[in-house]
């Protein structure tokens, strides 16, 4: 994600767009989308849709109606109705592919929702939008001042003007219900606008502002992820990862989004294997399941009051072993089916770049000094043996 204006500079340092995510290409956006038929050409006849899909500040994106037949592009600025006023923001999708958009998201063209695109935004429009957005910062900072001095439990997150600067959002979080209304009054007599106040989720927080997560990429929710699904910590528990919620929980402190992605596939990995509470049954005792490894497809059983020696099997071992014990067939012991562990723990290191061997600071070095008394005392013996001939 990155357009020619964010690209590497000649120093390799990243240039930056520094559009805060308006850039005009619409490559470095959040939730960009994109369009696969804007190289085709519609049937004779037919009209093109007349709805588009504009991007607001952040992730926030709603639908409107072309009503006036302007000829739009994705990167255009317009000015949208809103309730009061107008609203300024980017054209990110046209076409069909809105269509399909409106449709996966549930919303009907001929709805309340779907308001109207009023025209192309002027200069004074961008200015007084640019201006707005300008606040922004400085006025976050005053108002989480005010909700401290107020003693309420909540935390502002974010600020989003409306764009001819009549109108603020205020998105918050808190876990309990916040009585803000002494809040409203101060702050809409600090900043003299209309004020919304929105709640929104942990999860809905990080996808606005964004950021880095473990993996090092950007997060999910704020480049491409639209849906939050419930992730429970039985997804990990299939995965076989440690319940560390240092480790699991993602910067929204919830369970990461991630931990869904690959959980069907092991949970159809797993279907080979048979439960770890089902115990196997031999003459030499009974065994208990104490790990699993899915991507080699092994087991390892240790039997009860021997828990140090573990006995390594396959899982299609395993589930004949307990269809013997349903046919009341005898089983003499894991040893029969246990597999050896060869496992090569020597690792071979080439000096493949050049580099100076590992224990070329082993042996001391003799220090100079001692070096000099070396030399003066062989000088001094030559001399003497020179006189005595």
Known sequence: MGCNSCSTGKDGQPK??????????????????????????????????????????????????????????????????????????????????????????????????????????????????????????????????????????????????????????????????????????????????????????????????????????????????????????AAARYQQLSLNPQKLAGQCGKLKCCLNYELDTYQDALKEFPRTDTKLYTEKGKAVCQKTDIFKGVMWFAYEGEWMNWHKITAQQANEIIELNKAKKPVASLEEYALELEEDTKVDFENVVGQDSLTRFDKPKRSKRNNRNKNKRRNKNNKNRAQKK
């Open 16 to 233: 930056g767009c520094r559009n805060n995510g308006t850039c005009g290409t619409d490559s470095c956006n959040k939730l960009t989308v994109f369009d696969w038929l804007s190289n085709m050409t519609l049937p004779a006849g037919q009209e093109p849709f007349n709805c588009v899909e504009v991007r607001f500040k952040n992730s926030r994106k709603e639908y409107f109606k072309n009503t006036e037949n302007l000829t739009l592009s994705i990167g255009d600025i317009v000015a949208t109705e809103a309730s009061p006023g107008h609203d300024v923001g980017m054209v990110t999708l046209t076409g069909e592919l809105v269509r399909i958009q409106m449709k996966k998201k549930k919303v009907k063209e001929d709805s309340e929702q779907v308001k109207k695109v009023y025209r192309k935004a002027s200069q004074k429009d961008i200015d007084i939008w640019q201006k707005s957005r300008d606040r922004e910062e400085d006025i976050k900072v005053r108002s989480r001042e005010l909700a401290i001095r107020l003693g309420l439990q909540m935390k502002i997150s974010d600020i989003e003007f409306q764009g001819d600067g009549s109108k603020a959002t205020f998105y918050y979080t808190a876990e309990e219900r916040v009585d803000f209304r002494q809040l409203i009054k101060d702050m809409a007599k600090s900043f003299s606008i209309r004020i919304e106040m929105r709640q929104i989720g942990y999860r809905q927080e990080a996808a606005r502002l964004g950021g880095i997560g473990s993996c090092g990429r950007e997060l999910c929710c704020s480049t491409w992820l639209t849906d939050f699904r419930s992730v429970s910590t």
